[in-house]
């Protein structure tokens, strides 16, 4: 599985782990599961990369 780093902000870190301490889960977790909220909101699953040749 690839690995992303990203830098978030104090308030956004301290809000993700409070959020995965109610949730009893670990912050790897909780970002993942944002992450793919985001990408089916967007519908980014139903993508798909086409190329032309001129």
């Known amino acids: ?21 109610l949730e009893n889960k670990n912050l790897g977790t909780v970002l993942i599961e944002a992450v793919r909220v985001y990408l089916r909101q967007k519908g ?6 086409t190329s032309t040749k001129p």
């Open 44 to 49: 980014a699953y139903d993508l798909d990369v």
């Open 1 to 21: 599985m690839p690995r992303i780093t990203i830098a978030v902000n104090d308030e956004d870190h301290r809000a993700l782990k409070l959020l995965g301490l």
